[in-house]
T-cell receptor, first 110, second 113 residues
């Protein structure tokens, strides 16, 4: 029962570096999404995908996403900035509001 | 746009009831949810209520919905130390994916011995 798996759990990188946060789900869910969680700000949706091969709306600046298959939904920080320091949560769901979340990736940008 | 508001903190004594409140603005909400986040973990769905219901009970949890006032509450009876977590209220609009969900900022439930 893996559910949603995120890697890495923790990472530190320097301003300007790039990195990819990995997210995988084994529940055959169509929807996958990325949130960031910051103290006092709650959850903010970064991007979501409704199905493999689809890009549903404009990706926010500083991020890149891909959905080549149903299972994987990596989030790439193109040129990291300190403002991107956060906990990143990946989730998947069917066409309901029951999201299944991973444990999160805590990212620090120095 | 849609907005979901919650208090940031709630402190209760062990054994007492906890009541976490939430207000929302989207009158087209179909479902309303309570998610729980324990330290170092992702969110987990705790319970939900359909917008045409006014109450739902599940063991120690009672959800009350006042659709007229757009007010949702979660009552936890006999609060235990294991209930210490952040509780997020969320409402679902017409969208099917994650963009159809709006989360509140979360309420930290603190349990006093």
């Amino acid at each position: 029962n893996a559910g949603v798996t995120q890697t890495p759990k923790f990472h530190i990188l320097k301003t300007g570096q790039s990195m990819t946060l990995q997210c995988a789900q084994d529940m055959n869910h169509g929807y996958m999404s990325w949130y960031r969680q910051d103290p006092g700000m709650g959850l903010r949706l970064i991007y979501y995908s409704a199905a493999a091969g689809t890009t549903d709306k404009e990706v926010p600046n500083g991020y890149n996403v891909s959905r080549l298959n149903t299972e994987d939904f990596p989030l790439r920080l193109v040129s990291a900035a300190p403002s991107q320091t956060s906990v990143y949560l990946c989730a998947s769901n069917m066409n309901t509001g029951e999201l299944f979340f991973g444990e999160g990736s805590r990212l620090t940008v120095l | 746009g849609e907005d979901v508001e919650q208090s940031l903190f709630l402190s209760v004594r062990e054994g007492d009831s906890s009541v976490i409140n939430c207000t929302y603005t989207d009158s087209s909400s179909t479902y309303l949810y309570w998610y729980k986040q324990e330290p170092g973990a992702g969110l987990q769905l705790l319970t939900y209520i359909f917008s045409n219901m006014d109450m739902k009970q599940d063991q120690r949890l009672t959800v009350l919905l006042n659709k007229k006032d757009k007010h949702l509450s979660l009552r936890i009876a006999d609060t235990q130390t294991g209930d210490s977590a952040i509780y997020f209220c969320a409402e679902r609009g017409p969208g099917g994916g994650a963009d159809g969900l709006t989360f509140g900022k979360g309420t930290h439930l603190i349990i006093q011995p």
